[in-house]
């Protein structure tokens, strides 16, 4: 019966990593033939935490990990948090505090990341260039 109950599962999970893949592409396809490229960029202006993954993968792809880790340091961490968001459920164990612990920590390293690359990096250099077309930027400028 358990082992019923787990390819159940394994297929219900596999149809959610695709159904998301299938967002993400779709989603990424609309905002690159919009020009759009981030919503968060675009409507704001500054870029997001995640900002430089698409082009971390792209580099990735291409065998160039300096350049990946370049446009932005965690994009290795993008699978792992699919695995464990869709296969288990996101729980990296069954210890309540420790799962909790272990999302405060890796919120807290994305965005210590994040507080870094904008220290270093902002507003001139891409990825963490700032969006002078964006809308807030066009409502408010002088």
């Known amino acids: 019966m358990e082992q019923k109950e787990a390819k159940r599962d394994f297929k219900k999970n596999i149809g959610i990593l695709l159904g998301v893949c299938s967002i993400i592409a779709f989603g990424t396809f609309i905002f690159y033939v919009s020009d759009i490229r981030c919503l968060f960029k675009y409507t704001i202006g500054l870029p997001c ?10 580099s990735f792809f291409r065998m160039d990990l300096k350049e990946a880790l370049g446009w932005h ?8 948090l699919l695995i464990i968001g869709i296969f288990w459920n996101g729980r990296v164990c069954k210890n309540n505090t420790i799962n909790r612990w272990f999302w405060i920590v890796l919120v807290g390293v994305i965005f210590g990341v994040y507080s870094i690359r904008m220290a270093t990096l ?3 250099k891409e990825p963490m260039d700032y969006n002078k077309q964006s809308i807030l930027y066009q409502w408010t400028k002088p």
């Open 49 to 58: 935490p995640g900002c430089g993954l698409t082009r971390a993968w792209l």
């Open 73 to 80: 340091p965690l994009f290795w961490l993008v699978p792992i």
């Open 122 to 124: 902002f507003p001139y």
